[in-house]
T-cell receptor
């Protein structure tokens, strides 16, 4: 069974631009979560989608948004990029809601560098 | 809200040494507890889990016991290998989502 795939793997943008990252979950998984990983802040939860609905949202500004399609694929968008948005963005999928019973399967991440 | 506190790293050990990485949590209700591992250049992968008090999760020689009385889920391994070098994350699965600790970077020297 194919794992979680994320595209692109690496991205370089300049301040003020916007970016869209893509995530394809494991086949049959309906929940997709996004995380931002930085050396200073560690792993921070961005949002979770289940059946095309945002179920949970972390404490990030409105510049960070996401969506999920009917095939469970998900995209996240960051507008008006700032230097501090440079990070590894991880996507994780699970069969159901993450949480008590929700083992998550992670993709390799997209490394975003903002210059 | 729910939270997880891990021992700060980095941790450096010699091969075949005993490993303990401490993890304590704060949660309402009865969460599940997880340890995830991240090898260089990869995403996180589940190492082990426990879903109720006194459960012991184990995998690849690693163990952790869900201790409700001390709200802890410490990761242990009797004899580490160079290939265990990675970042380890303790996580709590509550009603709404997974909450991760800050991660502990482990380096094993031959």
């Amino acid at each position: 069974k194919a794992g979680v795939t994320q595209t692109p793997r690496y991205l370089i943008k300049t301040r003020g631009q916007q970016v869209t990252l893509s995530c394809s979950p494991i086949s049959g998984h309906r929940s997709v979560s996004w995380y931002q990983q930085t050396p200073g802040q560690g792993l921070q939860f961005l949002f979770e989608y289940f059946s095309e609905t945002q179920r949970n949202k972390g404490n990030f500004p409105g510049r960070f948004s996401g969506r999920q399609f009917s095939n469970s694929r998900s995209e996240m968008n960051v507008s008006t990029l700032e230097l501090g948005d440079s990070a590894l963005y991880l996507c994780a999928s699970s069969l159901a809601f993450s949480g008590r019973d929700g083992e998550q399967f992670f993709g390799p991440g997209t490394r975003l560098t903002v210059l | 809200g729910d939270s997880v506190t891990q021992m700060e790293g980095p941790v450096t050990l010699s091969e075949e040494a005993f490993l303990t990485i401490n993890c304590t949590y704060t949660a309402t209700g009865y969460p599940s507890l997880f340890w995830y591992v991240q090898y260089p250049g990869e995403g996180l992968q589940l190492l082990l889990k426990a879903t109720k008090a006194d459960d012991k999760g184990s995998n690849k020689g690693f163990e952790a016991t869900y201790r409700k009385e001390t709200t802890s889920f410490h990761l242990e391994k009797g004899s580490v290998q160079v290939s265990d070098s990675a970042v380890y994350f303790c996580a709590l699965g509550g009603a709404q989502k997974l909450v991760f600790g800050q991660g502990t970077r482990l380096t094993i020297n031959p």
